[in-house]
């Protein structure tokens, strides 16, 4: 994936927008003609200061340093754009590796919703805790965030402090040492350091002493399905009037994530059943990230569903996808083999609800794309094929596969998943 093509999805030259804390790689620069505002906590002076003493930073580094519009808390967007004039007149915001640092990230969404249109765009860049120093921490649960944004917090706790720094994990390889890493690294590789005591030593100093200084950590930690959620289930309660696109790995050590502003909404009983199958099947991706992690160390790497299957029938796993992938291809259809793959990776395709349901069917997947779906028969316990073809009567007329039209192109569209 290009990422800076991906962040900027929603963004073009004419549309007015916001980069929060760009530093010296803005992603949409005014000497390229985007009409985009810089805020930092900073002014321009001493943000140019901070990259002269920085010696990390790459020659030229200083001149690549766009002056700063807003200054001040990104939480306080909303007053900052109010004194500038341009409140509710933004069409996107960008942030890149800023939100898991915010004290009170739904403040920051409520605020963000403030300035922007109605259907503006917040973009955002977040590391993925399974590729970064966050390794080992556990993932941020949303009772944490509703109480910070209830205790009205404007600094990270001592308790996100010492976590932080008790629970840091390297990637170490011979002579390498990285904070940042891939995604499928191996685990012996990937080591905590050894700084409990000295965390610990830190925590109660600061307790004691009511450190009065701002310690920037990692508040949060997200994968791309816990931030789904997480985002999803503020909305639904009314806390966020976001609604999230797209949360979508970057191959890299972290994930771009848009969310689309929609405003407040109070969800009908049939709504609410709706999202709670939703969350469900939502719940069930995010242990199948934690469970993709353990199984980083094998000398295979397969998808779930091929370990399933493989379980279930007894054959070879990554024999079973090769073929169908070959025998997709023969076809002279690359547009199959694209379904197929978007079926595969589908949260309610279920490989073992299929076997068990319908018998043995070979690969699960090849047989709902080429002739389940015609008959009537459902991917998982939670998507109706029937019903999203009736729903959706131009997929039927069309002759694709409800649940690759509805990962293809159905999601993005709006449209519903039909749920059974």
Known sequence: MDRKKELLKHVSKEARG??????????????????????????????RHRARVDSSLPNGAVDLIEPVDLVGSATDIDALCRDAGVAGDLDYILSSHNFEHFPNPIAFLQACGRVLKKDGVLSMALPDKRACFDFFRPLTGLGAMIEAFHDGRSRPTYRQIFEQNAQMARFVDGERSLVCFLLDEKLEKIVPERRLREAFDAWESMRTGNDPHYHDVHCWTFTPASFRLLLSDLFFLGLSPFVVEEATDTGQSDFVAHLRLVGYTTFSPAETEDYYAAREAQLRAIVREDWSVAKSDCQLEILERFHILSRST?????????????????????????????ISRSVFFDPLHYIESYGGVGDPALHYLLKGAQQGLDPGPFFSSRKYLDRNPDVATGGMNP???????????GRRPALR
Not at 317 to 342: C, E, N, S, W
């Open 18 to 47: 916001i980069e929060i804390g760009p530093y010296f790689s803005p992603l949409a620069p005014k000497r390229d003609g985007y009409n985009c505002l810089s805020l930092d906590v900073f002014d321009t002076e001493a943000v």
């Open 403 to 413: 649940l690759a039209h509805f990962e293809m192109f159905g999601r993005k569209e």
């Open 314 to 342: 007894g054959r070879n796993p990554l024999a079973i996808g090769a073929r169908a992938l070959a025998l997709l291809m023969r076809r002279r259809d690359p547009f199959l083999a694209k379904q197929y793959l978007a």
